[in-house]
């Protein structure tokens, strides 16, 4: 099994990463330019309202809608955390290591919010979901930075293994491992990646976690309400710690800066994989050379096929999404009916697991699965399911397959459901399904290049173009419309075909490769 990270920079700041397993699309991520509360983040919050009928309190983070923040995610030291915080901004020499003896008592998992918070406090917070739809963020109180290998916690002792690690010798060498290099008052999440570390590693790890929780004190003895006192990072390069292991085999960026960042942060955590990070420096957008444009326009969509003749439909509603499906045209093909529904049935299931992840889909999902009458035949679709599901790091849970062919997964949702719009309206018809001819498209071409060229002086123009088009203006060299442009103004226009472009669309780009708004 192999992985790569495809990561396309937009020109305007944005980011679309696609994360591609044996070749094929699995994950897929666009981070906005201006994207703030991303899940991690830090801020120093004001207690805005207390519900004490939810039994939470809106607290305000700077988003336009107050984030939501409930008792249980409060954390067992809020307590702690908020004389550690009262302490460290009335003093400026107090130390920002918590000492256990300041220390308060863990609160109860059945108490009252309003016992422990009031309003315009100032308190602490993490985002733990990100603002989706008309709600604001999650947050919660209970502190943690995640490193590579481990996650540091503040106010709490304890050491953690992952689930993952099965070993129990291996678990029980972490764990004594953990306990004799971590801080006092700090506990710790040994991650699964940590396995077969060495306490070197584990050393690196933990260090550059102790002084981001140094610079998040720092930040917080001055912060002012709603300010941000310590970022989670670039989401690229927060995949990228996530993710990253021997699987990888190559990481494709087509921005320098970002390729020198990414290219560091491997060399210092996973020296031996330096050599897959690459820059990609083609003419055709890297989405478009590597695949993915391709894949992302079968992929996102109402219907989805797989199997030859077999399709999911996807349908989302305000409370939860169905998944439908259907043999299609494979249905009668075996003599035995219930073998073909469970052959479709199982295939279904590895590519509902493969939907989840790449649209991010959260909440309730119900999935309709052909009836199957074998008992025995709904617990193999259901462990198939179980096993695809298992790579997925969104929390979920899993139901058997009920006697109508109905199983019911929940999904944790930290963000925005990833949505791409696949059938678009025609720009050059708008809609009306008349176009106008080739000719009129060439006169609108050459006017736009014109004043390009004579009202803003422009020298170095690449038009993106439909391949057909693109073959019409640079077909005959001499005889092409492009020489033609080139000895009535005097500039040489590069042409560049784009498969994903509809017919008569087309785009102007400057020499920095930034788009032209004509």
């Not at 918590?98 to 309003?119: Q, V, W």
């Not at 590579?148 to 709490?156: A, E, G, I, S, T």
Request: hydrophobic letters at 40%; a positive charge.
């Amino acid at each position: 099994m192999s992985s790569e990270l495809i990561i396309n920079c937009h020109p305007s700041g944005g980011i679309e990463i696609a994360l591609l397993r044996d070749k094929k699309l699995i994950e897929l991520h666009h981070e906005k330019a201006d994207n703030n509360f991303a899940v991690g983040d830090v801020y120093l919050g004001s207690v805005n309202k207390l519900m004490p009928g939810l039994n939470a309190a809106f607290v305000d983070v700077g988003h336009e809608r107050d984030a939501f923040l409930h008792y249980l995610d409060l954390g067992p030291q809020i307590k702690s955390l908020v004389k550690f915080t009262k302490m460290l901004r009335s003093d400026s020499k107090q130390s920002i290591w918590p000492l256990k003896d300041d220390n308060e008592k863990d609160i109860e998992k059945t108490g009252k919010i309003g016992n422990l918070l009031t309003r315009f406090q100032q308190v602490v917070v993490q985002v733990t979901k990100e603002p989706i739809s008309n709600k604001g963020p999650r947050l919660s109180a209970q502190l943690s930075l995640a490193g590579r290998f481990v996650v540091l916690m503040p106010f709490d002792e304890g050491v953690s293994i992952s689930k993952k690690i099965v070993k129990q010798e291996e678990r029980l060498r972490l764990k004594k491992l953990v306990q004799s290099i971590k801080p006092e008052n700090f506990g710790v999440i040994v991650r699964t990646v940590a396995e077969d570390q060495s306490v070197e590693e584990l050393q690196k790890d933990l260090t550059d976690l102790m002084q981001k929780w140094e610079s998040l004190c720092e930040q917080l003895k001055t912060a002012e309400p709603k300010q941000k006192i310590l970022g989670e990072g670039d989401r690229t390069l927060t995949l990228v710690r996530d993710l990253l292991n021997d699987d990888f085999v190559g990481i494709h960026i087509n921005n320098q800066f970002l390729h020198n960042e990414i290219k560091n942060y491997v060399k210092v955590k996973a020296p031996d994989l330096e050599k897959i990070v690459k820059l990609y420096n083609g003419k055709t957008p890297i989405f478009e050379q590597l695949g993915v444009d391709k894949q992302i326009k079968a992929a996102f969509g109402k219907e989805i096929n797989f199997l030859g003749g077999c399709y999911l439909i996807i349908e989302h509603t305000e409370a939860l999404h169905v998944i439908d499906v259907n043999s299609g045209s494979t249905a009668g093909k075996e003599i035995n009916q219930e073998e073909n529904a469970l052959k479709v049935n199982l295939e279904a299931a590895i590519e509902v697991a493969r939907q989840l992840r790449l649209r991010d889909m959260g909440g309730i999902i119900v999935v309709d699965f052909i009836d199957l009458k074998t008992p025995g035949h709904r617990k193999q679709v259901y462990e198939k399911l179980k096993e695809e599901m298992k790579l997925d790091r969104a929390k979920h849970k899993i139901l058997p397959m009920s006697p109508f062919g109905l199983m019911q997964i929940t999904r944790q949702r930290v963000r925005p459901q990833m949505n791409i719009v696949v059938s678009e309206k025609c720009p050059t018809c708008k809609g009306t399904g008349e176009i106008s001819s080739s000719v009129v498209l060439m006169d609108e071409l050459e006017n736009r290049l014109k004043y390009l060229i004579h009202n803003m002086n422009m020298s170095a123009i690449t038009i993106h173009v439909h391949p057909y088009i693109a073959a019409y203006l640079t077909k005959g060299f001499l005889k092409s419309k492009r020489f033609q442009w080139f000895f009535k103004y005097k500039r040489f226009v590069k042409v560049l075909s784009v498969n994903s472009f509809q017919f008569g669309e087309y785009k102007f780009y400057n020499s920095s490769g930034e788009e032209i708004n004509v």
